[in-house]
């Protein structure tokens, strides 16, 4: 059993940053990859970014690649998400999730712990 909690949500102003945290336990995090999901109002679930286990690889979706950035601190049994340049597109609840294996997935049925979500709002 995996329990993971992501926080750091919140208002802000388009151009604007934030950094979300996923804090992990149950599990050895550090054997694990982890990947960040958003879903919007009546869309589905898309994926984000991930970072395999060891924190060497990371994949971005296209629409976040060059603003926003993925980490993770094995030592700290978390993973990050630095949010740069917001839009309002980027308006969505936000989930981390756990994937095993040494390949980095995009597909969300391929993760198998979730957390609750936490909620970002781009607006002005």
């Known amino acids: 059993q995996v329990q993971l909690q992501e926080s750091g949500g919140g208002l802000v102003r388009p151009g604007g940053s934030l950094r979300l945290s996923c804090a992990a336990s149950g599990r050895t995090f550090s054997r694990y990859g982890m990947g960040w999901f958003r879903q919007a109002p009546r869309k589905e679930r898309e994926f984000v970014a991930a970072?395999?286990?060891?924190?060497?690889?990371?994949y971005y979706a296209d629409s976040v690649k060059g603003r926003f950035t993925i980490s993770r601190d094995n030592a700290k049994n978390t993973v990050y998400l630095q949010m740069n340049s917001l839009k309002p597109e980027d308006t969505a609840v936000y989930y981390c999730?756990?994937?095993?294996?040494?390949?980095?997935?995009?597909?969300?049925?391929?993760?198998?712990?979730w957390g609750q979500g936490t909620q970002v709002t781009v607006s002005s």
């Open positions: 999730a756990t994937y095993v294996g040494p390949v980095i997935t995009t597909t969300p049925g391929s993760y198998d712990y």
């Open positions: 970072i395999n286990w060891s924190g060497i690889s990371t």
